[in-house]
């Protein structure tokens, strides 16, 4: 698999733990593969605006307060965890938006290829999936960053935060931002 992270961060002596996106494709009437989102973690929060956070004092969560889940992967799927600095500025439609342009199915990547040897075809691909997850993860780490400290933009924060306390607030929220992403490839495929 290869995997990429990318983080923005102010000093803090807690780090949030992080929600996560499964991506998966799946062929549509065209016969392309279209990208979809087969599953997503809940907010892990005690109240809103306030994440689970693991640290060193007392007060922290500790990590067996965690969610865990498990879930079969597929070739191709694409797993991008990230920070509350990513999910409250980010919406989910965007970071599809970006797997979709950064990242490419395996079907399409290789018989774009076909014309390489098999041999350099393998550490080719591999160098491929990795700039391309990296290039991902640095995208999506840049959208947070800018949606954080635009304060006209509507984000999933302003919506949270307009609904949570009935009145209307606009911008991004900053915070710490860290992203990975994921795309599993299956070595025996």
């Known amino acids: ?22 991506s998966k494709d799946e062929s549509n009437d065209d016969g392309k593969p279209q990208r979809f989102i087969a599953y997503r973690s809940p907010p892990q929060e005690h109240d809103f605006g306030r994440p689970f956070q693991l640290g060193h004092h007392e007060a922290t969560d500790k990590p067996s307060d965690a969610m ?11 797993i991008v ?3 509350d600095g990513l ?8 970071i599809l938006a970006v ?8 079907s399409a990547s290789t ?15 591999a160098f491929l999936n990795k ?8 995208e999506l780490t840049q959208k947070a960053f800018e949606h954080a400290n635009d304060r006209s933009r509507t984000t999933p924060y302003s919506l949270a935060a307009t609904e949570h306390f009935d009145m209307v607030y606009n ?4 915070d710490d931002i860290t992203v990975l992403v994921c795309k599993i490839k299956n070595r025996y495929q």
């Open 81 to 83: 965890v990230g920070t």
């Open 1 to 22: 698999s290869s995997s990429s992270s990318s983080s923005s961060s102010s000093s803090s002596s807690t780090s949030n733990t992080a929600p996560y996106l499964l």
């Open 99 to 106: 797997i979709e342009n950064r990242i490419k199915s395996s």
């Open 68 to 78: 865990l889940s498990t879930f079969f992967l597929e070739n191709d799927d694409v």
């Open 171 to 174: 911008g991004g929220k900053k």
């Open 111 to 125: 018989s774009s290829s076909s014309s390489s040897s098999s041999s350099s075809l393998g550490s080719n691909q």
């Open 87 to 94: 999910w409250d500025n980010v919406s989910e439609k965007e």
């Open 131 to 138: 700039k391309e997850v990296d290039a991902c993860a640095k």
